[in-house]
């Protein structure tokens, strides 16, 4: 059986939404301790990289003015799995966090507070919000859902900015933020958004089914196994 290993253990905050959405896929899930050191990384079959604090702006070369939480032990211990799973071309999910840590890992950087985050930032409850995005056709993002637009979920205040090297964008927020990207020659790309709670116990109505994204991960990346579009029908906006 395969193995996909998830930075921090599933007790961890809500990491137990990704281990369900991962496991709902038919493998199994191993935790990367930040503290355990990167010496399995290279036995496992794909890695999620989750959603946390902000990434620390000196790793893209600018002073702090709007990051919170930093955790540099994280962020060296994030971008060294990233360098291992490089090293064996071993495929990469990333997710908020884990989708801009991606970025800066390539060389690109971060827009450290969105202007107006009002639709992207967490609800006054600490729920997600709700937008719609525009799926670039020739990508990933495409592939997985058969339509160009979706709508999903969000919870954050910082953004892609210069986008890394040999990366390529797969879906801008309709108000025009990178929500997604993927890596041109590795199997390597990321969300801005949470499926892991767009499924499951967490599906909504609102939005796409979160549980595609991760059988279009674990099956069609990590497996090789042709992709029929997952937990649903491709639909295909026109």
């Not at 935790?31 to 990289?49: A, E, F, K, R």
């Not at 799995?81 to 090293?87: F, N, R």
Request: one cysteine or more.
């Amino acid at each position: 059986m395969k193995t996909i290993g998830i930075v921090g253990f599933r007790e961890m905050s809500r990491n137990y939404n990704y281990y369900n959405a991962v496991e709902a896929c038919g493998v199994q899930t191993m935790p990367l301790d930040l503290y355990g050191g990167t010496d399995s990384v290279g036995d496992l079959d794909g890695i999620v990289l989750p959603g946390g604090t902000d990434v620390n702006p000196a790793l893209y070369h600018e002073g702090n003015t709007a990051s919170r939480q930093l955790d540099k032990r994280l962020d060296w211990f994030e971008l060294a799995v990233i360098s291992e799973a490089v090293k064996y071309e071993i495929p990469v999910f990333g997710i908020c966090r884990g989708h801009q840590l991606i970025n800066v890992f390539f060389g690109g950087s971060l827009i450290q507070n969105v202007d107006h985050c009002g639709i992207h930032d967490y609800c006054k409850d600490k729920s997600d919000r709700v937008h719609g995005g525009r799926v670039v056709h020739d990508s990933f993002l495409f592939e997985v859902y058969g339509k160009e637009r979706i709508v999903t979920n969000s919870a954050h205040h910082q953004a892609v900015h210069r986008i890394g090297e040999k990366l390529e964008v797969a879906e801008y927020s309709d108000d025009g933020l990178i929500e997604a990207v993927y890596h041109t020659e590795l199997p390597i790309f990321g969300v801005q958004w949470h499926p892991e709670r767009m499924c499951l116990n967490n599906a909504r109505d609102d939005t796409e089914d979160g549980l595609r994204i991760f059988e279009y991960f674990v099956n069609h990346i990590v497996q090789g196994k042709p992709w029929n579009g997952g937990s649903g029908r491709i639909e295909y906006y026109i």
